[in-house]
């Protein structure tokens, strides 16, 4: 059961679903009202459990490459906190964005996504 796991578990878990690019097995390790938001904005642009299937399965369906390296991670009590190195989305180049996993109850309730800009 997903209870048992730490928050660093189940955030390894969802992250090895989306390399896989596994929809049921990505959106198992979230919560049924999961919002992913953009930081510092704040702006929520997923809200609940199968809106994030929805835009992951089509996600996935057009980046057939999309792969995320973990590259550096923090575990905070229920956070986890990652740096990502995402390549083969969208014909762009590989790009790094950082994720804030918020972890309840063995799943995840929350994400924040910060994306580097061009320097």
């Known amino acids: 059961m ?6 660093e578990q ?16 990505f959106a198992s390790t979230y919560t049924d009202d999961v919002q ?3 930081h510092p904005s704040g702006d929520v642009f997923v809200s609940g459990q ?3 299937k929805e ?13 995320a390296a973990l590259k550096n991670r923090i575990v905070f009590g229920d956070f986890v906190i990652d740096l990502e190195e995402v390549s083969g989305r969208d014909n762009r180049e590989p790009f790094q964005a950082v ?8 799943l995840i309730s929350k994400v ?6 061009g320097e």
Do not use: C
């Open 2 to 7: 997903s209870a048992a796991k730490t928050p």
């Open 10 to 25: 189940i955030v390894q878990e969802q992250l090895d679903f989306y390399n896989k690019q596994d929809v049921a097995g």
């Open 36 to 38: 992913l938001m953009n």
């Open 50 to 52: 199968e809106e994030l």
């Open 55 to 67: 835009r992951y399965a089509k996600m996935f369906q057009a980046n057939p490459e999309n792969h």
């Open 99 to 106: 994720a804030i996993y918020q972890v309840k109850e063995g």
């Open 112 to 117: 924040w996504f910060l994306e580097k800009k």
